[in-house]
């Protein structure tokens, strides 16, 4: 029904109709993350690299090359938490560039149940934030507040080089992770996940 759009050039999330893609989009959002603006002046903009829909239809994930992905009300794409604790897989990609060979825009992704998110790091290891843990509000416009932050519940040993690609599949409850050459599989994750 809706689809997601990011031009990284304005760092912004369009959100389209489906019906009426041809349309304007129904809302357009500028991703902006209040804490890197006490960092520099102006704000470094985010480089997205994937968005994905969440299979509950509540979220939408924005991965980025930095060192934080960033998690967004489906309605009305308003910015809800910052998930930090990885390492970028290239943080100091300059807007615009083209992408590098270190970047896939394949190493951030939800589980089928919506409640986690997996990523996949520099340091070859694979996070995982639990979406569940509280409750998460999004930032209305004129709010002068930060996003909630949420830090690692589990962290999985990968990879001897960075976690490119971090995928689930829903069907056998399995989990696959590929770095440069060697990819790994995580079977019955719910109770590496639940432990």
């Given at each position: 029904m809706v689809f997601a759009v990011a031009l990284n050039k304005y760092s912004r999330v369009l959100m389209y109709d489906a019906k009426n893609f041809d349309k304007q989009p129904?809302?357009?959002t500028a991703l902006i993350d209040?804490?890197?603006?006490?960092i520099s002046f102006p704000p470094r903009p985010l480089p997205i690299t994937s968005m994905e829909?969440?299979?509950?239809?509540?979220?939408?994930?924005?991965?980025?090359a930095g060192h934080?992905?960033?998690i967004l009300d489906a309605f009305g794409a308003k910015l809800m938490a910052k998930l930090?604790?990885?390492k970028g897989l290239d943080p100091s990609q300059?807007?615009?560039?083209?992408?590098s060979r270190r970047l896939s825009g394949e190493e951030v992704c939800f589980t089928p149940d919506s409640k986690y998110v997996l990523s996949g790091s520099e340091d070859g290891k694979i996070y995982v934030w639990d979406l569940s843990a509280q409750p998460l509000k999004p930032i209305e416009e004129g709010e002068n507040r930060e996003p909630d932050v949420l830090?690692?519940?589990?962290?999985?040993?990968?990879?001897?080089?960075?976690?490119?690609?971090?995928?689930?599949?829903?069907r056998f409850v399995m989990m696959a992770t590929a770095s440069n050459d060697l990819v790994c599989l995580f079977p019955h994750l719910e109770t590496v996940l639940v432990n």
């Open positions: 129904f809302t357009s209040p804490t890197l603006a006490k829909f969440s299979s509950n239809g509540a979220y939408l994930l924005v991965g980025t934080a992905h960033y930090e604790g990885h300059p807007l615009g560039a083209p992408p830090r690692p519940v589990t962290i999985l040993e990968g990879h001897a080089g960075p976690s490119r690609c971090v995928r689930f599949n829903p």
